[in-house]
């Protein structure tokens, strides 16, 4: 079963409005992490965001902030005030147990911001 | 504050070569991990060094072997290379335990 599951494969989004890309996870480790990268088409990873299963509230990072749903097991990006740079492929990350174990990666979204 | 680097950005190669890829962390990290994304998809982890050591490995067969240099650095070796193999080769940098992991811009390997 895959861990990290991005339904949606390209989203786009008026600039300057808000935009919510999907990430569902499955795991049975109590503590895990979750993290979104963005990769623009140079290839370089960037991180973003980052949330861990512990975390009583929602991470924030500027203009993106992570809504963590733990029952739902759900850990969406919300990036608000969308701009040109933004488009790129988003791709949802967990890492379970501590804090050297490996990331798995979900297939990515691809982000297009439309002026 | 330097990133983390990878040599070379680009490389060639053809079927049965072999290919060796470096990456220097990102300053004050002592922990490297190597993924690899194919076309269209997420990165897939390779292994992972600390002190020197292959700590983690994910499911790639012995063709991938890596080393870790006393300065933290790394290099990534694949051997009798196969079409396959054509891929992004990201390399990532932390402190050991801890969470974030920071990305170089990666090798594309093409694989002829």
């Known amino acids: 079963a895959q861990k990290i599951t991005q339904t949606q494969p390209g989203m786009f989004v008026q600039e300057k409005e808000a935009v919510t890309l999907d990430c569902t996870y499955d795991t049975s480790d109590p503590s895990y992490g979750l993290f979104w990268y963005k990769q623009p088409s140079s290839g370089e990873m960037i991180f973003l965001i980052y949330q861990g299963s512990y975390d009583q509230q929602n991470a924030t990072e500027g203009r993106y902030s992570l809504n963590f749903q733990k029952a739902r097991k759900s850990a969406n990006l919300v990036i608000s005030a969308s701009q040109l740079g933004d488009s790129a492929m988003y791709f949802c990350?967990?890492?379970?147990?501590?804090?050297?174990?490996?990331?798995?990666f979900g297939k990515g979204t691809r982000l297009s911001v439309i002026a | 504050d330097a990133g983390v680097t990878q040599s070379p950005t680009h490389l060639i190669k053809t079927r049965g070569q072999q290919v060796t890829l470096r990456c220097s962390p990102k300053s004050g990290h002592d922990t490297v991990s190597w993924y690899q994304q194919a076309l269209g998809q997420g990165p897939q982890f390779i292994f992972q060094?600390?002190?020197?050591?292959?700590?983690q490995r994910g499911n790639f067969p012995d063709r991938f072997s890596g080393h870790q240099f006393p300065n933290y650095s790394s290099e990534l070796n694949v051997n009798a290379l196969l079409l396959g193999d054509s891929a992004l080769y990201l390399c990532?940098?932390?402190?050991?335990?801890?969470?974030?992991?920071?990305f170089g811009p990666g090798t594309r390997l093409l694989v002829l």
């Open positions: 060094y600390y002190e020197e050591e292959e700590r």
């Open positions: 990350a967990m890492r379970e147990g501590g804090g050297n174990t490996p990331l798995v």
């Open positions: 990532a940098s932390s402190l050991w335990q801890q969470e974030t992991q920071y």
